[in-house]
C-alpha cells in the first residue's frame, strides 16, 4: 500500500526526533514540514513566556521577525488563538489588526485580504505557544483537511518537547528551571533586558555566560562602547546563586576622584567638608550580591589599591573610620579599554588587573554579530510600535541591506538610536497613509564609516597653518583638551584618565598651550609663547 502525502512528508520529523540537531533546526524542519502538507506563504512558531509571544522559528516572514517579543495583551489576533482549544481561522475581512503587517515577503505595506490561522500548542495539559499560517490566496484555508492539522499540531508539540528534554539532560533541570523564573520575572518589568542574536559569535558568548555564573569567580567584560556589558553583567548575575541578592552598579568615570571612594567604601560623619552623616558604599549595599564596576578602568591609583584590599580579605573601612566590616560580594567588571597596555603604562595595578580579570568575557561587536543586526532591529522596532502606535512597523529590504552593510562603530547602542529617528521620520514622511510604516534606506540616513584610505586622504587634503606640523599639532591638541574638560567639567583629573595621560603632564600641556581652568569652564588665553 502506497502511503499517504501527508504520512510520506512527517515521518522525516518522527525520524529527527531521535536526532542530536540544534534546537533551531528541529524548529526549522517543522515549518518546512507544515508548509509542504499545507501550502501557505508564511509560518511562524511563537513561545509564550508570561504576556510574550517570542518567535522561534519563521518561514515567508521577515528576518527581524525573530528579533520581535509580541506582548499577547495587544494583539488580539494572538490572544484569541491562545485562548481556543482548536485551529482558528480569521475571516478573510477581519478587522482585528494583523501582527504581521509589514512582516510577510513579497508583500508592501499592509497585508491585503488573505487567509489566516492559528493553532496553540499545549504541552502536559499547558500552553506552550502557537502555530500562525498566513496566505495571500484567502480562500487557502476554506476547505482545510482538519485531521491532518490535527496530526501535525501533535506532531510539533512531541518535537518540541523532545526538543526540550533533550536541551535540559545538557544542564542540570532545577539550575535551568531558577535561570528561566528569573528572567521570566525580569522580562516583566525589564523587557528590553534580554540578550538577543543567533550568530556564532553570540551564542559563544551565551555559553560563557551560562559556564561562568554559577562560580564566585570575578568576571571583567571588554568590548566596544555599545556593545551591551551591562547587559552581559545583569546577565551573569540574573543566573548566579546570587540573583536574589541585590546587583549594584557603579560608573567609576562618572564620578569626580574625590568621591569614588566615598561612593565605594561609604563613610562617617565628618569624613570630609559636606559629609554631615554616615553612609554605606556600594559595597555594603551589594553584601551578599554583585557589584558591577562599570568603566573600571577609569578609577585612579590610590582607589586601586584599597579596592585591592577589600577584594583580597572581604574588609573594608568607610572614610574617617577605624572599625572593619566584613562584606560578601562577587564582583563583576567593565571596560572599553584594553586593561593590559594600562598596566603596562603604569596606569593600572596588575595584582588588581589579575584579581578583576579572573575570567574575562569579551562582548563582540555589532560588525562581527553575522545577521543579528536584523533581528535586533526587529526588536528595537516592536518597542518603537508600542509607544508610537503606528498600524504596523517594518524593513524594507532597502533598509535591511543599509543596517547589513553598515560598519555600526557605536554597536547595538547606535542601532537602538538610529531606528528610533528612523521611525520618527517615516511616522512624518507617512502621516496621512493608511499603509503600515516601512522604514527605507533613506529613512534609516546611514553614511558609510570613513576607512583609513579615505581619512589618509582627507589628512593629504588639509592645508597646513604657516607655523608647519607644530602649529597643526598644537593646534589639534588645545582643541581636544577643550572638549574633553568641557565634558569632564573642568575636572583636570578626569580629563587627564580620558586622555590616558599623568595629571602633571596635562597640567602642563595646558599652559604650554596656554589654557587655564578655573573649575568648571575652560577658556583660551592666546597662543602659546
Same mark, same amino acid.
Given at each position: 500500500m502506497t502511503p499517504s502525502p501527508v504520512l510520506t512528508t512527517l515521518l522525516p520529523l518522527l525520524d529527527d526526533l531521535s536526532r542530536d540537531l540544534p534546537q533551531a533546526e528541529h524548529y526549522q524542519r517543522l515549518l518546512l514540514a507544515l508548509r509542504a502538507c499545507l501550502p501557505c506563504d508564511a509560518l511562524a512558531l511563537l513561545r509564550l513566556e508570561d504576556d510574550l509571544l517570542v518567535p522561534v522559528a519563521v518561514l515567508g516572514l521577515?528576518?527581524?521577525?525573530?528579533?520581535?517579543?509580541?506582548?499577547?495583551?495587544?494583539?488580539?489576533?494572538?490572544?484569541?488563538?491562545?485562548?481556543?482549544?482548536?485551529?482558528?481561522?480569521?475571516?478573510?475581512?477581519?478587522?482585528?489588526?494583523?501582527?504581521?503587517?509589514?512582516?510577510?515577503?513579497?508583500?508592501?505595506?499592509?497585508?491585503? &485580504?488573505?487567509?489566516?490561522?492559528?493553532?496553540?500548542?499545549?504541552?502536559?495539559?499547558?500552553?506552550?505557544?502557537?502555530?500562525?499560517?498566513?496566505?495571500?490566496?484567502?480562500?487557502?484555508?476554506?476547505?482545510?483537511?482538519?485531521?491532518?492539522?490535527?496530526?501535525?499540531?501533535?506532531?510539533?508539540?512531541?518535537?518540541?518537547?523532545?526538543?526540550?528534554?533533550?536541551?535540559?539532560?545538557?544542564?542540570?533541570?532545577?539550575?535551568?528551571?531558577?535561570?528561566?523564573?528569573?528572567?521570566?520575572?525580569?522580562?516583566?518589568?525589564?523587557?528590553?533586558?534580554?540578550?538577543?542574536?543567533?550568530?556564532?559569535?553570540?551564542?559563544?558568548?551565551?555559553?560563557?555566560?551560562?559556564?561562568?555564573?554559577?562560580?564566585?569567580?570575578?568576571?571583567?567584560?571588554?568590548?566596544?562602547?555599545?556593545?551591551?556589558?551591562?547587559?552581559?553583567?545583569?546577565?551573569?548575575?540574573?543566573?548566579?546563586?546570587?540573583?536574589?541578592?541585590?546587583?549594584?552598579?557603579?560608573?567609576?568615570?562618572?564620578?569626580?576622584e574625590t568621591l569614588v571612594e566615598s561612593e565605594l567604601f561609604g563613610h562617617v560623619r565628618g569624613a570630609f567638608s559636606g559629609a554631615t552623616g554616615s553612609r554605606g558604599g556600594k559595597f555594603e549595599l551589594a553584601d551578599g550580591g554583585t557589584l558591577f564596576l562599570d568603566e573600571v578602568g577609569e578609577l585612579p591609583l590610590s582607589v586601586q589599591a584599597k579596592l585591592l584590599r577589600v577584594l583580597q580579605n572581604g574588609q573594608l573601612q568607610r572614610l574617617g573610620s577605624d572599625q572593619e566590616c566584613h562584606v560578601d560580594v562577587r564582583i563583576i567588571a567593565a571596560t572599553n579599554r584594553e586593561l593590559a597596555e594600562e598596566v603596562r603604562a603604569g596606569r593600572f595595578r596588575a595584582d588588581l588587573y589579575h584579581r578583576l580579570g579572573a575570567y574575562p568575557l569579551r562582548v563582540p561587536a555589532l560588525r562581527e554579530r553575522d545577521g543579528?543586526?536584523?533581528?535586533?532591529?526587529?526588536?528595537?522596532?516592536?518597542?518603537?510600535?508600542?509607544?508610537?502606535?503606528?498600524?504596523?512597523?517594518?524593513?524594507?529590504?532597502?533598509?535591511?541591506?543599509?543596517?547589513?552593510?553598515?560598519?555600526?562603530?557605536?554597536?547595538?547602542?547606535?542601532?537602538?538610536?538610529?531606528?528610533?529617528?528612523?521611525?520618527?521620520?517615516?511616522?512624518?514622511?507617512?502621516?496621512?497613509?493608511?499603509?503600515?510604516?516601512?522604514?527605507?534606506?533613506?529613512?534609516?540616513?546611514?553614511?558609510? &564609516?570613513?576607512?583609513?584610505?579615505?581619512?589618509?586622504?582627507? &589628512?593629504?587634503d588639509t592645508q597646513l597653518p604657516p607655523g608647519g606640523l607644530r602649529q597643526a599639532v598644537d593646534a589639534y591638541q588645545r582643541q581636544l583638551i577643550e572638549t574633553v574638560l568641557s565634558r569632564n567639567q573642568g575636572n583636570l583629573s578626569a580629563t587627564a584618565r580620558h586622555l590616558q595621560i599623568d595629571r602633571g603632564n596635562l597640567h602642563r600641556l595646558t599652559r604650554r598651550l596656554g589654557l587655564t581652568t578655573d573649575g568648571r569652564t575652560t577658556r583660551r588665553n592666546g597662543p602659546p609663547g
Open positions: 521577515s528576518p527581524d521577525t525573530l528579533g520581535r517579543r509580541f506582548r499577547v495583551s495587544e494583539h488580539p489576533r494572538l490572544a484569541q488563538v491562545l485562548a481556543s482549544r482548536g485551529a482558528t481561522r480569521f475571516a478573510a475581512d477581519c478587522e482585528l489588526p494583523d501582527p504581521y503587517d509589514g512582516l510577510v515577503e513579497g508583500t508592501r505595506g499592509r497585508l491585503q &485580504v488573505h487567509d489566516c490561522l492559528g493553532c496553540p500548542l499545549t504541552i502536559d495539559d499547558r500552553p506552550w505557544g502557537l502555530l500562525s499560517l498566513d496566505s495571500l490566496d484567502p480562500a487557502r484555508f476554506g476547505h482545510i483537511d482538519l485531521p491532518s492539522l490535527e496530526a501535525f499540531t501533535r506532531l510539533a508539540a512531541a518535537t518540541v518537547k523532545a526538543c526540550e528534554r533533550m536541551n535540559s539532560l545538557t544542564r542540570q533541570a532545577a539550575d535551568e528551571h531558577r535561570r528561566a523564573e528569573t528572567w521570566r520575572q525580569a522580562a516583566r518589568c525589564t523587557p528590553s533586558r534580554e540578550l538577543i542574536g543567533t550568530s556564532p559569535a553570540h551564542r559563544h558568548l551565551l555559553k560563557e555566560i551560562d559556564l561562568v555564573a554559577k562560580s564566585q569567580l570575578s568576571v571583567l567584560i571588554s568590548g566596544e562602547t555599545g556593545v551591551g556589558k551591562e547587559l552581559v553583567a545583569q546577565a551573569v548575575h540574573q543566573q548566579s546563586d546570587r540573583r536574589h541578592k541585590p546587583l549594584i552598579s557603579l560608573n567609576c568615570a562618572a564620578l569626580p543579528d543586526v536584523l533581528l535586533l532591529a526587529g526588536h528595537f522596532l516592536e518597542r518603537g510600535r508600542t509607544r508610537l502606535q503606528p498600524s504596523g512597523l517594518g524593513l524594507s529590504q532597502s533598509a535591511r541591506d543599509a543596517l547589513l552593510a553598515y560598519d555600526w562603530p557605536g554597536n547595538v547602542r547606535e542601532l537602538e538610536h538610529l531606528i528610533g529617528r528612523a521611525m520618527l521620520r517615516a511616522r512624518a514622511n507617512s502621516a496621512r497613509s493608511p499603509l503600515p510604516l516601512q522604514l527605507s534606506a533613506a529613512d534609516l540616513e546611514l553614511t558609510a &564609516v570613513a576607512t583609513p584610505t579615505t581619512a589618509a586622504a582627507q &589628512v593629504a
